[in-house]
């Protein structure tokens, strides 16, 4: 299976952007598979179809 790397910045704000950049990519046939800090994005070549992503912030709080 192929992977491919892809390096994107953004903020928190900008959560449309990824969305519709991650939903591109699918379809061109690259699935989503990880994100690495600082977001690297790592891709697995696949069939491509239309896909919908929705991204989600979550904070880690301590107690």
């Given amino acids: 299976?192929?992977?491919?790397?892809?390096?994107?910045?953004?903020?928190?704000?900008?959560?449309?952007?990824?969305?519709?950049?991650?939903?591109d990519m699918h379809r061109k046939g690259y699935v989503f598979e990880e994100i690495s800090f600082p977001t690297i994005y790592t891709f697995s070549k696949r069939s491509p179809e239309e896909m919908t992503y929705k991204l989600e912030f979550n904070r880690k709080i301590d107690d």
């Fill in 1 to 23: 299976m192929k992977t491919i790397i892809r390096c994107r910045f953004y903020n928190v704000f900008q959560y449309d952007l990824e969305e519709k950049f991650l939903a």
